[in-house]
C-alpha cells in the first residue's frame, strides 16, 4: 500500500499540499490563514525545529543548548538546512542503534541514514538487530525518566490492585 500521507512544500512556501493515498490532495495557502494563525504556525515550527536538534542526546543538556542555539543563529542568517547531531526522535533512535552496533560515531551513522531513502531506512528499522537494540533504547530512556511518585501519579500498589478480597 502506498504510503498514507505525502506532505510538499510549494517552492516559495505560500502553501502546504497533502497527498493521500487514495489520490485525495488537499492544498492549503498560507495567505489564505487568518495572521494569528500564521504566528502560531511559525511557533510551532520553530519549536519542532530546534526540538529536532536535540533529539537523541539522552541527558545531555550543553549539547542541546549548544544545538538550539545554533538553529536560532542559522534562522537569524536565513540558514534553513544546517545539520545538527539531532534528527528527529526515529532517525535519532535509528542512528543511535545503528551506532551502537556497528562501533561507528553517530556524527558517522547520521550520515549514513541521511543518505538513505525512505525504504532503506525502512529496511534497516526491520531489522532485528535493529529493533532490538532501539528497544534496549526505548527501555534505558524510559527508565531514566522515572519519577518518584506524586499525587498527580501515585504508584501503583499491586498487592491492593490483584487482591479481589480488598477490592470487594
Not at 32 to 48: F, M, R, T, Y
Not at 65 to 77: G, M, S
Not at 91 to 111: D, H, N, W, Y
Not at 112 to 128: H, I
Request: glycine share 6%; aromatic share 4%.
Amino acid at each position: 500500500m502506498a504510503k498514507l500521507l505525502t506532505k510538499s512544500l510549494a517552492e516559495d512556501f505560500s502553501a502546504v499540499t497533502f497527498s493521500f493515498a487514495d489520490d485525495t490532495v488537499i492544498t492549503q495557502v498560507i495567505d489564505d490563514l487568518p495572521d494569528e494563525i500564521v504566528s502560531h504556525l511559525a511557533a510551532h515550527g520553530l519549536s519542532q525545529k530546534c526540538g529536532d536538534s536535540t533529539a537523541g542526546l539522552g541527558d545531555d543538556v550543553a549539547k542541546a543548548k549548544e544545538n538550539v542555539q545554533k538553529v536560532l543563529n542559522d534562522l537569524a542568517e536565513n540558514n534553513w538546512t544546517t545539520r545538527t547531531a539531532g534528527g528527529g526522535p526515529r532517525l535519532s533512535l535509528l542512528v543511535e542503534a545503528l551506532a551502537r552496533l556497528s562501533g561507528q560515531t553517530t556524527e558517522e551513522c547520521l550520515t549514513v541514514v541521511e543518505g538513505m531513502d525512505d525504504a532503506a531506512k525502512k529496511a534497516l528499522r526491520a531489522a532485528d538487530p535493529i529493533k532490538i537494540e532501539m528497544a534496549k533504547i526505548k527501555l534505558e530512556k524510559a527508565e531514566a525518566a522515572q519519577k518518584e511518585p506524586t499525587e498527580e501519579a501515585p504508584a501503583i500498589d499491586f498487592t491492593q490492585l490483584f487482591n479481589k478480597e480488598a477490592a470487594a
